[in-house]
């Protein structure tokens, strides 16, 4: 059994991909294809045609990677987006951290942008006043506070090894034993939250997630689902809320939320403004419980 099998849920990713596979060869790989329609496909069984291929319908990214993982044969899984690349030996380095830490279920590199700036990835989990903070603006006025900011580590440079709530989930190494433990996504999260689930059921079974700045990898951020699914992101708060907070809580939510959503349609236009209304739409039409019953 190799030590890391590396998983990518891929849809239309051609401009990226090659890039991406590049820099885990030499580990065993699935790609999991979700209806690519570009040269993705190609560019996978032409210059990769030791991954294992596997197409399915879209099932969301934790119904990808869960088929993935499904397949793997490795100790750990390194989950990687289509549109992000490990640098260097970041991979070596992620798997020595976690064999030296057995009590990480899930180790993060630093992940930068593509022009080398920080891209922040460590989280706490969703409350009502943390996503406060978020959609009404608060920490813009104090992105460095922990108060106004904890949603996104603010004040934490990302700098140093910390035990955190959740990663962002654009490369993650997970342990196979937890996930064995505690199980695979929740599929019900088509899409955003699905690793804030996955990590909070990990705390949950006693297990930790990690921040390693070791090692890095490069996100180009939105190009896997085309920064469209605004309203995707939301219904993932919700749903994360009624699981583990209860209807009543995500219902509250609800409604901030939607303040939050009717505030940037005054102050955006174009198709930032487009992604806001159709948001806003879903969001009034209907209570918490309801609109999560409904695709």
Not at 8 to 27: D, K, M
Not at 203 to 208: F, I, R, T, V
Not at 241 to 260: D, I, N, Q, S, Y
Request: with cysteine; net charge neutral; glycine share 10%.
């Amino acid at each position: 059994m190799s030590s890391v099998s590396v998983v990518v849920v891929t849809f239309n990713s051609e401009q990226w991909i090659e890039r991406c596979l590049e820099s885990v060869r030499g580990y065993e790989t699935i790609v999991v294809d979700h209806g690519s329609t570009d040269g993705t496909l190609e560019i996978v069984r032409r210059r990769f045609p030791e991954a294992r291929l596997l197409e399915q319908d879209n099932v969301g990214m934790g119904g990808g990677n869960n088929a993935g993982m499904r397949l793997a044969s490795g100790r750990y899984f390194l989950l990687l987006n289509s549109d992000a690349w490990m640098v260097g030996d970041g991979l070596e380095q992620l798997a020595r951290f976690a064999d030296q830490h057995p009590d990480a279920a899930v180790v993060g590199p630093r992940l930068l942008n593509p022009d080398g700036s920080l891209q922040r990835s460590a989280r706490a989990f969703p409350t009502l006043w943390r996503l406060s903070t978020e959609y009404l603006f608060l920490r813009k006025l104090a992105p460095r506070s922990r108060m106004l900011n904890t949603f996104y580590a603010g004040g934490f440079d990302h700098d140093e090894v910390r035990e955190v709530d959740w990663l962002f989930g654009a490369c993650l190494l997970v342990r196979r034993d937890a996930a064995d433990e505690v199980g695979h996504f929740d599929e019900d999260f088509f899409m955003f939250s699905e690793e804030t689930d996955w990590c909070y059921r990990f705390h949950q079974a006693g297990w930790n997630v990690f921040f390693f700045p070791g090692a890095e990898a490069v996100h180009v951020g939105g190009a896997s689902h085309g920064g469209t699914l605004f309203a995707e992101n939301v219904r993932g708060h919700l749903r994360f809320l009624a699981k583990h907070r209860g209807t009543r809580e995500a219902e509250r939510a609800r409604r901030l939320l939607l303040a939050g959503v009717r505030l940037r349609l005054l102050l955006f236009r174009g198709e930032r403004r487009r992604s806001y209304r159709e948001a806003a739409r879903w969001l009034s039409s209907g209570n918490a419980g309801s609109l999560l019953r409904s695709r």
